[in-house]
């Protein structure tokens, strides 16, 4: 391959000079809607992952009086003692467990921590198995480091989203590291309840595998306080890490805050990471992270009322269409619902954009059981969910 693209600068070479796989790495179809539909008059925006409101007061000023107490220069790699011990406090209070300090790492986001995990575990040819539909950043992250995912589907059913763990196992071959969960799911709002998160750490042991659990949408959860993690039912030593983000239960997704639990040996190993990728969180950011931590409960019991509320009017309002398919979500700020027919789920997505202006994720972005499939994130003001479920029964009904 010896392709060549022209710019300002003139002919550059490409393929023979980058990566095969980073040049392979495909474009999210997500970004892809968001740019065609971006500006477009009366857009209701619900094709990403975050809500519509701004960081609450106490986690913002924490951050702007860091700036202004002048902690804005290079900090801990692992991140701030107070932040790591607020994490542990914090993992405790949830999760009922005990999570020393010296297993927790501070990463710049839940996707580096996924990528940090990927760099520590991926060689060029192994293979992750993936629960999936799942977010389409994990699939990449794997590939990124030459990895091969290997998708493990869910079902829908009249039950909801549910997993065969036996499928997952007969997907983990010779060449497999890792086995890779994300509950509560995005895009299905799936969550594995504790005798499979036992029954899959039991396996991954026998086997000598890692488990990476993505736990983003831990506290964004309909039916009890925390969705189950594998924390509770890990031993210290078990070949488990654990991502995590302030991104989607304070509302911070700018912030770029996320951390890691692992074995407490892996502590040097991601150190270095850290040093060779980001060289530290901002000391500022971590400084808003420990008021989330600390004072955030309330800001957490707001936006679970307030998705619940959200969750319930845009279900009700689409298990009306006949030809949609869904489950009304456990947990994260989504519904994934599929539409009967429709086997193009981006030139579905767009010509939502073009004869409603709703903006969806479409299905494909979330891996092959996703085709045929939207997203909609409901994390939104509850007058402009109930406008673009209206709207979606013009298009849809
Ligand atoms: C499943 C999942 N994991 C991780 C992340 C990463 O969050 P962030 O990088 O904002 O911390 C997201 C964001 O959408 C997600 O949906």
């Not at 499928?167 to 890792?178: D, H, N, W, Y």
């Not at 039912?233 to 488990?240: G, Y």
């Not at 009304?328 to 030139?347: H, I, L, N, Q, W």
């Amino acid at each position: 391959m010896n392709r060549t693209r022209h710019d300002a600068g003139g002919a550059m070479p490409l393929g023979d000079s980058i990566r095969p796989t980073i040049e392979a790495l495909p474009h999210s179809p997500i970004a892809t809607i968001a740019d065609y539909g971006h500006g477009r008059p009366g857009i209701i925006p619900l094709w990403f992952g975050e809500g519509d409101l701004p960081t609450p007061e106490p986690i913002s000023e924490a951050g702007i009086r860091a700036i202004r107490d002048g902690h804005v220069f290079y900090t801990y790699q692992r991140g701030l003692p107070r932040l790591r011990e607020a994490l542990s406090a914090y993992l405790g209070r949830v999760h009922d467990v005990p999570v020393p300090v010296e297993r927790i790492t501070v990463t710049s986001s839940g996707m580096t921590a996924i990528m940090k995990t990927m760099q520590t575990l991926v060689d060029p040819g192994d293979e992750v198995a993936i629960v999936s539909p799942v977010w389409p950043n994990i699939v990449n992250a794997v590939r990124v480091m030459a990895g091969v995912p290997v998708e493990v589907p869910m079902h829908l059913g009249n039950q909801g989203w549910t997993l065969d763990v036996e499928r997952l196992f007969a997907a983990c071959g010779p060449r497999t590291k890792a086995i890779f969960v994300n509950s509560p799911g995005n895009p299905t709002g799936w969550i594995m309840e504790r005798g499979d998160l036992r029954r899959v750490m039991d396996f991954a042991r026998s086997r000598g595998l890692w488990v990476v659990s993505d736990e983003v949408y831990s506290r964004l959860v309909y039916d009890r306080p925390a969705a189950p993690s594998f924390l509770e039912v890990a031993e210290p030593e078990d070949r488990l890490i654990v991502v995590n983000s302030f991104s989607k239960n304070w509302m911070m997704t700018g912030w770029r805050l996320g951390w890691m639990v692992a074995p407490e040996w892996l502590g040097p190993v991601l150190e270095n990471l850290v040093q060779y990728s980001t060289s530290g969180t901002p000391a500022f950011v971590q400084e808003a992270g420990i008021a989330a931590l600390e004072e955030g409960e309330p800001v957490v019991a707001d936006l679970v009322a307030r998705c619940r509320a959200g969750r319930d009017l845009v279900c009700a309002a689409l298990e009306r269409l006949p030809r949609l398919r869904l489950t009304c979500p456990p947990g994260a700020f989504y519904v994934f619902f599929r539409v009967e027919g429709e086997t193009d789920s981006v030139a579905l997505a767009r010509r939502l954009i073009d004869e409603v202006a709703v903006g969806l994720a479409p299905g494909a972005a979330f891996g092959s059981g996703g085709e045929g499939y939207l997203r909609l994130c409901f994390a939104a003001r509850h007058d402009r969910l109930a406008e673009a479920v209206d709207r979606l029964a013009r298009a849809l009904g």
